[in-house]
């Protein structure tokens, strides 16, 4: 009997060489997959089907992750504000541990002796979805036929041509990577640390002009409603504003973080709806949230970031930190005003029960109602008090 493997495909160059290699030159059942993270239309998952079924494949899968995508994974982005190096809401290496673990479920369902994927030996795909694997289903082999063979782009088209593959063999200008948490842009400028994209490298064109004047609602954290019409799930609503924002130009950028390999490294993205989320939600915590959740949350949410960007998100950790960025959004909710313009927004305020600028209290530099000035002569003598005693202690030096 042929031995079963799983294949994370995308249909592209790389897992095209892995269809036919796993299947004509090693003789395996070929099992391909592909995940779905809310990037993928109805009309190109059917055509990469068609291509998994002419390399060859015993039987080809599609796995829909994208509410559990967001309920695992992007829900708790969110509730932390995470944009890694404050600039990058972890788009593609969030959608990447999705994915791993989407696939490694499925082999473990069907009882593959392998699995495998196109990774090279150059990003940090490689050792997500290794890492996913390995601790998932530890007794499974993983086959990585780009890494191990350390191929050339040239050297696999040479190969797919000569086993009869037709395909485009034309590589895109710019390496297009989409997902509901932003899509990546990755050429040859990124490759460089000077040079911006150029307009014609980014997916969506800007289209939009005139200002536009939106209010999300949120309810404990979780947006779920646009200019008054609720959404049934939070990836509707994602999506809903997609389309409105990413017109303006909104969320574009390029960001420089560090590799888990080690290296520096640079991706370009856009992310309009992710980016007007996270600042609509983070204005919304500011206004009903006590100081220290704030500072804790700031520090455990850019661990969180930083953990699962390096793919350790079933790390147990990660479901301790998940249940304490819950609990912070037991309070906010509310609604948020963002005004949209080309290439730029801006969230202009919030209306919320749970606002703790609530004018009951007092007004900022005007007026208290809680407090008469003698309580705070005496409070700042206390407050101050042991910083005095030092200075008096030590005023000889």
């Not at 944009?83 to 989407?102: D, F, G, H, M």
């Not at 086959?143 to 088209?157: A, H, V």
């Not at 779920?224 to 924002?245: E, S, V």
């Not at 809680?370 to 700042?380: C, I, L, Y």
Request: aromatic share 10%; charged share 20%; net charge negative.
């Amino acid at each position: 009997m042929k031995q079963k493997v799983v294949l994370a495909y995308s249909g592209g160059l790389d897992t095209s060489f892995c269809c036919i290699y796993l299947t004509q030159d090693l003789g395996m059942e070929v099992h391909s997959v592909i995940v779905n993270t809310g990037g993928f239309s109805d009309e190109e998952l059917k055509g990469v089907e068609e291509r998994a079924y002419k390399m060859g494949v015993t039987s080809h899968h599609v796995v829909d992750e994208t509410e559990n995508f967001y309920n695992t994974c992007v829900k708790y982005l969110t509730f932390g504000n995470v944009l890694k190096n404050n600039t990058y809401p972890l788009s593609v290496s969030a959608e990447r541990v999705s994915q791993a673990t989407a696939i490694a479920n499925y082999a473990k369902e069907i009882g593959a002796e392998f699995v495998a994927h196109g990774s090279t030996g150059a990003g940090n795909d490689q050792v997500r979805f290794d890492m996913i694997f390995n601790i998932l289903i530890p007794d499974v082999k993983i086959l990585t036929p780009i890494r191990d063979l350390k191929l050339s782009r040239e050297e696999e088209i040479t190969y797919l041509k000569e086993h009869g593959v037709d395909m485009n063999f034309e590589k895109a200008k710019y390496s297009i990577n989409k997902g509901i948490w932003g899509t990546s842009v990755g050429g040859k400028e990124t490759l460089t640390s000077n040079l911006g994209l150029p307009e014609d490298a980014w997916p969506t064109p800007v289209t939009e002009s005139a200002a536009r004047n939106l209010t999300l609602e949120f309810k404990q954290g979780e947006l779920f409603a646009i200019d008054g019409t609720g959404y049934d799930h939070p990836t509707k609503a994602i999506q809903a504003l997609q389309a409105i924002t990413q017109p303006y130009g909104i969320g574009r950028d390029i960001h420089v973080g560090d590799t888990i390999i080690g290296i520096k490294g640079r991706v370009g993205f856009e992310a309009a709806a992710p980016i007007v989320i996270i600042k609509s939600h983070h204005t919304l915590e500011k206004h009903v949230l006590t100081k220290w959740q704030l500072s804790w949350k700031d520090q455990l949410a850019s661990f969180y970031g930083n953990w699962l960007h390096e793919g350790q998100f079933h790390d147990p950790i990660m479901r301790d930190i998940e249940a304490f960025l819950n609990s912070t959004q037991a309070k906010v909710s509310g609604k948020v005003f963002v005004e949209l313009n080309p290439y730029r927004f801006q969230v202009t305020g919030i209306e919320s029960d749970h606002d703790l600028m609530s004018n009951k209290f007092g007004s900022y530099g005007e007026m208290n109602n809680a407090w008469t000035g003698e309580d705070v002569k005496g409070f700042s003598k206390i407050f101050g008090n042991q910083v005095m005693i030092y200075h008096k202690v030590n005023s000889a030096e």
